[in-house]
């Protein structure tokens, strides 16, 4: 099993220093990329997202992202993985801690590995259920920075009570999940946060933005409540991997008719021709 670490791709071996930034302060970005048949799956546009992360923060990325790129193609090729997904870090690198960005000549340290995840049809078929949740996080949530502790807290409140997501709100407002974003159906057309400050925009998302006007479905780049959520025709989730989960129930709330609904539906169908 392969990592890249750095500019190099080698065996995986303890790489972890105490004083990595990522390690001790969270700082740092990160990316998620689906593998689908050996592919990697919007690898462009997650390479954006990364860039842009990087800026927000103000870390200089150490390999341009077209090289980067290559390097984690040749990673999957390494591990020869063909379902997954790859884990990508950026930190802003190892130095003596203080709370400050270190010296210049500090650095960032790029990682990256593989996992082998099968693909989860049957969720995607089938549906779960989510709990809400309050959002707790900072008001940058726009950046996918390596800070997961309000995620994690709501994603291990969400596994204690049988579902697979927390579903976030602030006051009333819907957000998104702990690790996906949130899309409601009502009278045949969608709506999902805007993409701003309070939200992670998600490739997967993204993509769904498109194939929606494709499909010639109507979506609302909007802000809902957690109102309408639970009075929702449909609601799905969305992130990579995971792609489009139908959320059948909410707390003690069915959603619709407590199966996945028809726009919900198509869409999982018209994903999977992404990489079908
Ligand atoms: N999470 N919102 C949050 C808070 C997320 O952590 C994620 C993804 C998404 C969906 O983004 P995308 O479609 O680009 O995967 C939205 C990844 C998968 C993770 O942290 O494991």
């Given amino acids: ?5 750095n500019d190099e791709i080698m065996v995986r071996d303890n790489v972890v220093e105490i004083e990595d930034r990522g390690y001790q302060f969270g700082d740092g970005v990160y990316e998620v990329i689906g593998v689908y048949d050996g592919e990697p799956l919007l690898m462009d546009e997650h390479m954006k997202r990364l860039e842009r992360s990087a800026r927000e923060i103000r870390l200089t990325l150490p390999t341009e992202v077209g090289q980067l790129k290559e390097k984690l193609q040749q990673l999957v090729q390494a591990n020869g993985l063909e379902e997954g997904i790859i884990y990508l870090q950026v930190s802003r690198g190892v130095s003596p801690r203080w709370h400050e960005f270190p010296s210049k000549s500090t ?7 593989t996992r082998e995840e099968e693909r989860e049809t049957a969720l995607e078929d089938n549906g779960g259920t989510a709990i ?10 726009d950046i996918k920075t390596l ?5 994690v807290l709501a994603k291990q409140n969400a596994v204690e009570n049988n579902a697979i997501e927390a579903i976030l709100h602030r006051g009333d407002t819907v957000t998104e999940a702990s690790a996906s974003n949130v899309f409601i159906v009502k009278d045949g057309e969608l709506y999902t946060h805007p993409a701003d400050n309070y939200i992670l ?3 997967t998302r993204q993509k769904i933005l498109q194939l929606c006007d494709e499909l010639g479905l109507k979506v609302h780049e909007e802000t809902y409540t957690v109102d309408d959520l639970l009075n929702a025709d449909e609601v799905f989730i969305s992130a990579t991997k995971t792609d489009i989960a139908p959320i059948l129930k ?6 619709g008719k407590g199966t996945p609904g028809n726009i919900t539906q198509q869409l999982v169908k018209a994903f999977r021709t992404l990489y079908e």
Avoid at 132 to 141: Q, T, V
């Fill in 250 to 255: 909410v707390d003690d709330k069915t959603i």
């Fill in 107 to 113: 650095k960032a340290v790029t990682v990256a590995y």
């Fill in 201 to 203: 925009n998600g490739i």
């Fill in 1 to 5: 099993n392969n990592i890249l670490y």
């Fill in 132 to 141: 809400l949740a309050e959002d707790i996080r900072w008001l940058r949530c």
């Fill in 147 to 151: 800070n997961l502790l309000p995620n």
